[in-house]
């Protein structure tokens, strides 16, 4: 018997019931839906993810305090502070695959204009800090390295505390306070267009780091440098320089661990993406468990199928069909109810990844592979369930099964 | 008689079936020669092993004991699959219980074994609707079996034995489940195809009056046979 004649019949015989077979597939449709679903919510997670690191630079290195192994007591990284703004300079001055760098003090504080009131992140940074992170000014100017020097009162706001504060009204020139202290607005930041998700990076207002020091938090050490190599190529070696820079201000022996700590971005971003990676994986697992659920769905249903039809198998056989024949009319039901439902499934989980992705305001990515997959996955399981009732009517014995009442 | 003309050559058939510790000596050992255009008829009481002597000439079971020939090839040694060939090629069924496929048409009904011997969809319609002209349904093709009488049914199932051009026809107590009147119908039926059609036929029946139409009539008693008429 051909193929197409045999998912005929197949497709006839479903439709002879056709609420139990949408009811059985059912089990696939959610399933297939699922898997695209959430799959598509861990890549989404990964892409975004992978996005925000490109955007940040791939030749950016971070430094900061504290040991390079996490072993060993210590109250985590930032309770160092030996950090400071001469090894921000030495690094700029001695390590020559560097080109830029930021000294950075963060802190948060309570920002009052007029009568609005808004509390935010407070990035304390160099002058260089929009090259570094290849962050564009929308209107003004960032601060300069004479702003910086003199521990001006400036500073430049991130689109979503300008929105707040202003709500589209000219921000530059005006007054705001922070903590109290009067600072003037010299510039705003193009916006990084996220609403939602982990943190908002438009919502902060930079100032610069020396006036972070002195008017906020009081103190003489940095938090971290940003650095920038001269290309994604140099970084390593840049990583290198800046590690026997710090060796030789901060008198470590020769032998002994670091009491600063280099990173660069590719490995925090690998770091990331595995992190979203297994995300993906743990997702798709437990939505796979609901496409398990719908095979063991297909397999009950044939198997009270092939009870039912016995007195259809037997004039089958009597009519000449050969034990493969009706292996594969059975097997070719399943087949079929699980391919439909796959099919059915896909639409279902591209559409709620859209829906997702619109009303939970995620990022979602449907790739074709999770979708292939989820198909195959689909057949598979309706060759796996349905391989033991088709074998099972195929076994029936022709004179047994047309006495069968 | 020429041995040309045999279709059907049993030899000592028997068949015993285990029930438990007990055996079932369903037959006992029959031997008879069925020529090719006979129309014989079987008669005996319930439990005599009608049926069973049936089943094995329809190729849907082997005999325990004994060798069966059907166009010369010795099918009591063929594989289930080879039987189902056989089946397919040579035998048609007509049942007691008419067996039609539960809302299916009568042409798809009627086109049934073509499906298994890989008949073009083409032309399995054309023999199908031949068939179904052949019992007198000839507008009736897309009728469902739920909303057809005993009688119609039962053409159904003659035109779906008829369609692969079977050597044999088998028909087990086919007017069991219908009157006598529509009994005497598919009779006549039978009769018309195997005189104007040369079809070998083999019914079983209880009705005196239908084995008046057999030009032989063998009867079984306990798994032997009693008379042949
Ligand atoms: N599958 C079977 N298992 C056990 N005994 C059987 C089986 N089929 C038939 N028999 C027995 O074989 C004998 C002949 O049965 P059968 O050929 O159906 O008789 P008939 O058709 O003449 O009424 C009966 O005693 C019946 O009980
Ligand atoms: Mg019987």
Partial sequence: MNILRTIKIALKALSRNKMRSFLTALGIIIGVGAVIAMVSIGQGAKAEVEKRFSEMGTNLLFVRPGSRSYRGRHGGSSSYENLTEADAEAILENCDAVNYISPNVNSRAQIIYQNKNWNTSIYGTGHDYPIIRNWEVEEGEFFSEQHVKSAQKVCILGSEVNQNLFEGANPLGQIIRMNKIPFRVIGTMESKGESGGWFNRDDVIFIPYTTAQMRLLGINHIQSVDVSAISMDRSAEAMAQIEEVLRIRHKIAPGAEDDFNVRNMSDIAEGASEATAILTILLGGIASISLLVGGIGIMNIMLVSVTERIREIGIRMSMGAREKDILYQFLTEAIVLSTLGGLLGITLGVGSSQLISHFADMTTVVSFGSVALAFIFAASVGIFFGFYPARKASKLDPIDALRYE | ?229
């Avoid at chain 2, 020429?2 to 015993?16: A, C, F, G, H, R």
């Avoid at chain 2, 048409?105 to 179904?132: G, I, Q, V």
């Fill in chain 2, 1 to 229: 008689m020429n041995s040309n003309n045999v279709l059907i050559k049993m030899e000592d058939l028997t068949k015993t079936y285990q029930v438990g510790e007990t055996q079932v000596r369903a037959l006992r050992g029959i031997s008879y020669d069925i020529r090719k255009g006979d129309l014989l008829a079987i008669m005996g009481p319930s439990g005599s092993g009608k049926s069973t002597l049936m089943n094995i000439i329809g190729c849907l079971d082997k005999p325990t004991n004994g060798r069966y020939f059907l166009d010369g090839k010795e099918v009591s040694t063929f594989n289930k699959n080879q039987l189902a060939g056989i089946r397919n090629n040579k035998i048609g069924f007509v049942f007691q219980t008419f067996n039609l496929l539960a809302r299916t048409t009568a042409l798809e009904n009627t086109e049934l074994p073509l499906l298994y011997s890989n008949t073009p969809t083409r032309d399995a319609k054309k023999l199908a609707m031949k068939a179904l002209a052949q019992v007198g349904l000839e507008d009736r093709e897309l009728h469902k079996s739920s909303q057809m009488s005993g009688g119609e049914r039962q053409r159904v199932a003659i035109a779906r034995a008829l369609v692969n051009s079977p050597s044999l026809i088998l028909a087990d107590e086919p007017t069991g489940n219908l009157d006598t009147k529509t009994g005497n119908e598919i009779m006549a039926v039978f009769k018309r195809l195997n005189r104007e059609n040369g079809i070998t036929i083999i019914l079983v029946t209880h009705d005196p009056e239908v084995s008046a139409i057999a030009e032989k009539v063998m009867h079984i008693r306990d798994g032997l046979i009693e008379t042949l008429e």
